[in-house]
């Protein structure tokens, strides 16, 4: 008898509590700088993927650790008033992830971390159940080892996988190796492969780790993928930028919405762009989760920047993807 309820989306990675600083500009080594507000905000890359699903209408599940401070009684409260099934291990006397956020008038953010060892999710601390009840997995390969064995359970069980990932941790490789739709950071495909084209790294990835698809997030750029055949780029959307805070984290949420519905891979590319771009409008790793509707609206109005080209157009002088 199945224990858990079938879910749209399972999410097993990093939960944090943001604490969210606005500053002109980027404090000079050796200064001395006041800072008018600090917001407390929940955020992390899965958590926050997680949420923006459910917000959409799938029905979702989290997986993580938290310690057993205030702010895991802030992350359980918002998993509960999202309606996320949160499956949460819980460690005594330990304080939940943290990250301090600086946020410069442009709305750029710098990250510090603080993250307590004992808070790695651990294989023997994931169900296998909460993994292969749910039609995609979405893992971010902080806590490799329990990303690993969640992963290898979905593609045993036929769950699409879908990874976020801004860093080659130690053992990533048997993660990439289990992984369907690899999106990632613009600095992970060099450093995953040694190549510093991006083109000819995602083509180097998928042939390397069997994906069915491998992109780059590029920022203000937009996203470039590959799907063994052909490219695919999207721009990225122009809106008032508050806090780029969570923008890749919503990115992934709307590439895997998009995914469940059966779009297009062009319509989940433009319209993760789209959803990203509006979160950026307000402060915090949630600041703006848009309504599906204020995503069509600025997918259908809104206006682009320009388009990035690939090295090798860049190079030849043809137009841009």
């Given at each position: 008898?199945?224990?858990?309820?079938?879910?749209?989306?399972?999410g097993?990675?990093?939960?944090?509590?943001?604490?969210?600083?606005p500053?002109?500009?980027?404090?000079?080594?050796?200064?001395?700088?006041?800072?008018?507000?600090?917001?407390?905000?929940?955020?992390?890359?899965?958590?926050?993927?997680?949420?923006?699903?459910?917000?959409?209408g799938?029905?979702?599940?989290?997986?993580?650790?938290?310690?057993?401070?205030?702010?895991?009684?802030l992350?359980?409260?918002?998993?509960?008033?999202?309606?996320?099934?949160?499956?949460?291990?819980?460690?005594?006397?330990?304080?939940?992830?943290?990250?301090?956020?600086?946020?410069?008038?442009a709305?750029?953010?710098?990250?510090l971390?603080?993250?307590?060892?004992?808070?790695?999710l651990?294989?023997?601390?994931?169900?296998?159940?909460?993994i292969?009840?749910?039609?995609?997995?979405?893992v971010?390969?902080?806590?490799?080892?329990?990303a690993?064995?969640?992963?290898?359970?979905?593609?045993?069980?036929?769950?699409?996988?879908?990874?976020?990932?801004?860093?080659?941790?130690?053992?990533v490789?048997?993660?990439?190796?289990?992984?369907?739709?690899?999106?990632?950071?613009?600095?992970?495909?060099?450093?995953i492969t040694?190549e510093?084209?991006?083109?000819d790294?995602l083509?180097?990835?998928?042939?390397r780790?069997?994906?069915?698809?491998t992109?780059?997030?590029?920022?203000q750029?937009?996203?470039?993928?590959?799907?063994?055949?052909?490219?695919?780029?999207?721009?990225a959307?122009?809106?008032?930028?508050a806090?780029?805070?969570?923008?890749?984290?919503?990115f992934?949420?709307?590439?895997?919405y998009?995914?469940?519905?059966?779009?297009?891979?062009?319509?989940?590319?433009?319209?993760?762009?789209?959803?990203?771009?509006?979160?950026?409008?307000?402060?915090?790793a949630?600041?703006?989760?848009?309504?599906?509707?204020?995503i069509?609206?600025?997918?259908?109005?809104?206006?682009?920047?320009?388009?990035w080209?690939?090295?090798?157009?860049?190079?030849?002088?043809?137009?841009?993807?």
């Open positions: 008898m199945q224990r858990f309820p079938r879910v749209d989306l399972v097993v990675g990093l939960n944090a509590t943001d604490t969210l600083i500053l002109p500009s980027f404090p000079v080594a050796g200064s001395k700088v006041e800072y008018s507000t600090a917001r407390v905000l929940p955020g992390g890359q899965v958590a926050t993927t997680v949420v923006a699903c459910q917000r959409w799938l029905t979702t599940r989290y997986v993580g650790k938290l310690g057993d401070d205030d702010a895991a009684k992350h359980r409260r918002e998993f509960d008033r999202a309606g996320v099934e949160a499956q949460l291990v819980t460690v005594l006397g330990c304080a939940s992830p943290q990250s301090l956020i600086i946020v410069d008038a709305g750029e953010r710098t990250v971390c603080r993250r307590d060892e004992r808070l790695v651990q294989p023997a601390e994931v169900d296998r159940e909460w292969v009840s749910a039609r995609a997995l979405h971010d390969g902080h806590d490799t080892a329990a690993i064995q969640a992963a290898q359970w979905a593609r045993e069980a036929g769950v699409l996988v879908v990874a976020d990932l801004d860093e080659a941790y130690p053992g490789e048997e993660l990439l190796e289990n992984v369907d739709y690899l999106i990632v950071s613009r600095n992970f495909p060099p450093q040694g510093p084209h991006l083109e790294a083509r180097q990835m998928r042939s780790y069997g994906s069915v698809l992109a780059v997030t590029l920022g750029d937009g996203v470039l993928a590959w799907d063994g055949s052909d490219f695919f780029y999207a721009a959307y122009r809106v008032s930028v806090d780029t805070t969570g923008a890749g984290d919503i992934h949420a709307g590439f895997i998009g995914l469940l519905q059966g779009w297009t891979l062009q319509r989940q590319l433009d319209f993760a762009c789209a959803a990203a771009a509006l979160n950026c409008t307000a402060v915090g949630r600041g703006c989760i848009a309504p599906l509707s204020a069509e609206e600025l997918m259908t109005t809104g206006g682009r920047y320009a388009e080209q690939p090295h090798h157009e860049r190079e030849q002088g043809v137009t841009p993807l």
